[in-house]
């Protein structure tokens, strides 16, 4: 759908920001904005199963509006769905299970690639639901803020595949890098073209920012994270912006996140933009400020990393955080967050305080 056809945008601070652009106060959003921590999602998912949510557009896009609601100074949306709708996508059965988490039936053995992954899979026909979910949530925001869509990577997407849930170790799929590499290498490739056609389909549907989420990057080391993880990360920001190209659709407008937990051993890689196109690194909690920007040299854009527990501090204490946060990084290439998505039972009040004290602060320190 051309961006004609929907309502104009009235907030591109955050769009700005990503592009290195002067803004007047620090854009912020919430990774997992809409979440158990809010009660009216508490009731919702009373009455909807999480998967229900995901691939009935109408409830996926009531799901997203929910925090926009609540926190007007919000200044992005992010699409609600899950990771693992690609997974589910090339065929694999992925249940979401109470208490548990998403739970996959997996990969037991290298030969099941075959057999439990179905390549030949329409992945647009697939993800038509969340496609139709982004352009009716475009419409339903009015051009309040953007709208954020999200994948997740490679790496990650296979840890789930082979481990069948949450792990401590990923003792399983750190198996297959060093028992099995060149099928290792014939999964990810798998999942990498899945990746970049469902960041392009969301593009065509209306999101105007995209976020890879590799939220298990964290469990490698350098090595493994050189020859596994970034070379299909930079081949995604590369694909989706080749491909858009093609399709005569402006990749200028439509910037990209790159958020990999755990991988401070690779932030210098991560900003090195001769081997990306990424205009943003998400930074976790772990990353001192000026070792991000240092990294960063002003070539990204930085996205973080405020520690979500801090968000169980008393409301004074969070604003002290937050305002040593904003002026550690400044209001220059730099978008706030949290270091991870929100915990289910923090009050929903500390995140009010969170948004308004970014743009209290970053207000503060770009008229000094």
């Known amino acids: 759908m051309m961006e004609k056809e929907f309502p104009e945008l009235k907030n591109d601070t955050i769009i700005r920001q990503a592009f290195g652009k002067k803004t007047s106060y620090i854009p912020v959003w919430v990774m997992r904005q809409a979440g158990r921590y809010l009660p009216e999602f508490r009731e919702f998912r009373q009455h909807h199963s999480f998967f229900d949510i995901c691939e009935t557009p109408e409830l996926a896009c009531e799901a997203t509006m929910l925090p926009i609601r609540r926190y007007p100074s919000l200044d992005a949306a992010i699409i609600f769905s899950d990771i693992l709708v690609i997974p589910k996508a090339l065929g694999m059965d992925v249940q979401m299970v109470e208490g548990i988490g998403p739970v996959v039936d997996a990969l037991e053995q290298p030969s099941q690639i075959k057999t439990k992954i179905h390549v030949d899979n329409n992945i647009d026909g697939e993800l038509d639901y969340l496609y139709k979910a982004i352009t009716l949530t475009r419409h339903t925001l009015e051009g309040k803020v953007p709208l954020i869509g999200f994948a997740g990577g490679p790496f990650t997407l296979m840890s789930y595949m082979i481990e069948g849930q949450g792990s401590k170790t990923m003792s399983k799929v750190k198996r297959w890098f060093y028992q099995n590499p060149i099928e290792s290498h014939e999964l990810l490739d798998i999942l990498t073209k899945a990746i970049i056609q469902s960041l392009v389909g969301q593009v065509k549907a209306g999101a105007q920012m995209l976020q890879v989420f590799e939220s298990h990057a964290g469990y490698l080391g350098p090595r493994q994270f050189d020859e596994f993880c970034l070379p299909y990360l930079n081949r995604i920001s ?24 755990g991988a401070h051993y ?14 943003v690194i998400g930074l976790d909690w772990t990353i001192d400020a000026d070792r991000a920007k240092t990294a960063s040299n002003g070539r990204v854009t930085l996205q973080g990393n405020l520690d979500p527990c801090a968000l169980y501090s008393n409301q004074d204490d969070l604003d002290y955080l937050v305002e040593q946060m904003v002026q550690e990084f400044g209001n220059e290439r730099y978008i706030a967050n949290l270091g991870h ?12 305080t969170f948004v308004n004290a970014v743009h209290k602060y970053s207000k503060i320190h770009s008229n000094k």
């Not at 590369?238 to 937990?261: C, S």
């Open 238 to 261: 590369y694909g989706v912006k080749e491909q858009l190209r093609e399709q005569n659709l402006d990749t200028n407008d439509v910037p990209m996140i790159l958020f990999a937990k």
């Open 341 to 352: 998505g929100i915990y289910p039972d923090v009050k929903w009040e500390n995140v009010a």
């Open 266 to 279: 690779a932030l210098d890689k991560m900003c090195d933009t001769t081997c990306h196109q990424y205009n």
